[in-house]
T-cell receptor, first 114, second 111 residues
Framework: EAGVAQSPRYKIIEKRQSVAFWCNPI?????LYWYQQILGQGPKLLIQ????????DSQLPKDRFSAERLKGVDSTLKIQPAKLEDSAVYLC????????????FGQGTRLTVV | GNSVTQMEGPVTLSEEAFLTINCTYT??????LFWYVQYPGEGLQLLLK?????DKGSNKGFEATYRKETTSFHLEKGSVQVSDSAVYFC??????????FGKGNQVVVIP
């Protein structure tokens, strides 16, 4: 079974530029998450989708971050404009859905803002 | 709120030594608890889990027991190997299937 796919693996941009990350969850997984992992810290939830609807985006900095999950499958996370403090690994995860205990994580995208 | 606290600092130990990583949590009710592991260059992988009080999760020689009286879920392994070198995260499941993670502990096993 294929795992959660993310791209790109690495990205370096200048501050005030924009960037987008892509995630393809495990087939059949209804729930998709984006987490931000700053160096030396644990992952922090940014947004959670159930199919193509947003369940929780309370920790998403909406003035610069946006995310969508068209057709309830793939998802993109965008940052515009980027700040230095956005340097982090962005992790995508998926799970079967409500009641599912285990989430499966992709390898992440390492973003460096200079 | 829902949060997880892990012991501070990296852990360095010799091969075949005993490993303990402390984890305590704050939560409403009795959440499911997890240990995730992140090997160098890889994504987070579920190591073990426990879904109710007094449950013991185990995998690859690692164990953790869900202790509601001390709100803890400490990770242990009796004899570590070099291949166990990784970052270990304690986490709890809250709300509508959301994970709250601790800061993680880097474990370095020296041959």
């Amino acid at each position: 079974e294929a795992g959660v796919a993310q791209s790109p693996r690495y990205k370096i941009i200048e501050k005030r530029q924009s960037v987008a990350f892509w995630c393809n969850p495990i087939s059949g997984h209804a729930t998709l998450y984006w987490y931000q992992q700053i160096l030396g810290q644990g992952p922090k939830l940014l947004i959670q989708f159930q199919n193509n609807g947003v369940v929780d985006d309370s920790q998403l900095p909406k003035d610069r971050f946006s995310a969508e999950r068209l057709k309830g499958v793939d998802s993109t996370l965008k940052i515009q404009p980027a700040k230095l403090e956005d340097s982090a690994v962005y992790l995508c995860a998926s799970s079967l859905g409500v009641g599912a205990v285990e989430a499966f994580f992709g390898q992440g995208t390492r973003l460096t803002v200079v | 709120g829902n949060s997880v606290t892990q012991m501070e600092g990296p852990v360095t130990l010799s091969e075949e030594a005993f490993l303990t990583i402390n984890c305590t949590y704050t939560a409403t009710g009795y959440p499911s608890l997890f240990w995730y592991v992140q090997y160098p260059g890889e994504g987070l992988q579920l190591l073990l889990k426990a879904t109710k009080a007094d449950d013991k999760g185990s995998n690859k020689g690692f164990e953790a027991t869900y202790r509601k009286e001390t709100t803890s879920f400490h990770l242990e392994k009796g004899s570590v190997q070099v291949s166990d070198s990784a970052v270990y995260f304690c986490a709890l499941l809250y709300g509508n299937n959301r994970l709250a993670f601790g800061k993680g502990n880097q474990v370095v096993v020296i041959p």
